[in-house]
C-alpha cells in the first residue's frame, strides 16, 4: 500500500536549519509529482513546493522560495526539504503529499513531522 | 487565486445533510478538491476535479459547482464525519492554495 512518512522534524533556533525527507512505498515514485504542504499551529494548509515526476521542475510559495530548497533522492525514493534561515513563522506541521497523475489533487498524505523554531 | 470558504463553522445535527460552500476569487474551472481533516491526522482527499470522489470515499460525500462556486454536501452526517474541510484549487498551478477551512460541529 502507499505510504509516506516524514522524518527531520525538530526544534531549532531562529535562523537555523533543517532537513526533511519524506520516505515513500508502495508506489512507483518518479511516476509522481510530490509537494511539500505546512500547517502552523491551530491553521489552515499552506502548499509550499512541488517536484515534478523525476525532479527536473520545481517551484515554491512566495513565503519560502530562497530559503527552501526541494529535492528527491530517487534511489532510496524520498523527497527532501532543506529549510534554511527559519524563523518563527515556519513552526508547524510540515506534510509530505503526492499528487494524483493529472492534475494537483494531493491523493496520499504522510502523517507530518514537526518543526520548531524558537530560542 | 485566493479561495474563501463558509461557514466558518456549521453545527449538524448527525443524519442530517450538510453543506459547505467554497468561492474562488477568479475562474478555476473544474479544478477543485476537497479534503477531510480530522483532529490530530493528516488531511484525507474526498474529491478532486470538482465532483470526482476518490478512492474508499463513501457515497454520502458530493461535491458540485464549477467556476468560482463550488459545495461540498455530505447527505447524511455520520458521527466520524465531523471535522474540518478544507477546499484547494489547482488552476494555472502554481502556486496551490487551500481554503481557510470550515469546521463541522455535532449539533
Known amino acids: 500500500q502507499v505510504q509516506l512518512v516524514e522524518s527531520g522534524g525538530g526544534l531549532v533556533k531562529p535562523g537555523g536549519s533543517l532537513r526533511l525527507s519524506c520516505a515513500v512505498s508502495g508506489f512507483t515514485f518518479n511516476d509522481h509529482y510530490m509537494s511539500w504542504i505546512r500547517q502552523a499551529p491551530g491553521k489552515g494548509l499552506e502548499w509550499l513546493s512541488y517536484s515534478s515526476s523525476g525532479g527536473i521542475y520545481r517551484n515554491y510559495a512566495d513565503s519560502v522560495r530562497g530559503r527552501f530548497t526541494i529535492s528527491r533522492d530517487s534511489a532510496n525514493n524520498s523527497l527532501l526539504l532543506q529549510m534554511t534561515s527559519l524563523t518563527v513563522e515556519d513552526t508547524a506541521v510540515y506534510y509530505c503529499?503526492?499528487?494524483?497523475?493529472?492534475?494537483?489533487?494531493?491523493?496520499?498524505w504522510g502523517q507530518g513531522t514537526v518543526v520548531t523554531v524558537s530560542s | 487565486t485566493v479561495m474563501t470558504q463558509s461557514p466558518d463553522t456549521l453545527s449538524v445535527s448527525p443524519g442530517e445533510r450538510a453543506t459547505l460552500s467554497c468561492r474562488a476569487s477568479q475562474n478555476i474551472g473544474s479544478n477543485l478538491a476537497w479534503y477531510q481533516q480530522k483532529v490530530g491526522q493528516a488531511p484525507r482527499l474526498l474529491i478532486y476535479d470538482v465532483s470526482t470522489r476518490a478512492t474508499g470515499i463513501p457515497a454520502r460525500f458530493s461535491g458540485s459547482g464549477s467556476g468560482t462556486e463550488f459545495t461540498l454536501t455530505i447527505s447524511s452526517l455520520q458521527s466520524e464525519d465531523f471535522a474540518v474541510y478544507y477546499c484547494q484549487h489547482y488552476y494555472k498551478w502554481p502556486p496551490i492554495t487551500f481554503g481557510q477551512g470550515t469546521r463541522l460541529d455535532i449539533k
Open positions: 503529499a503526492r499528487q494524483t497523475l493529472k492534475g494537483a489533487a494531493f491523493d496520499y
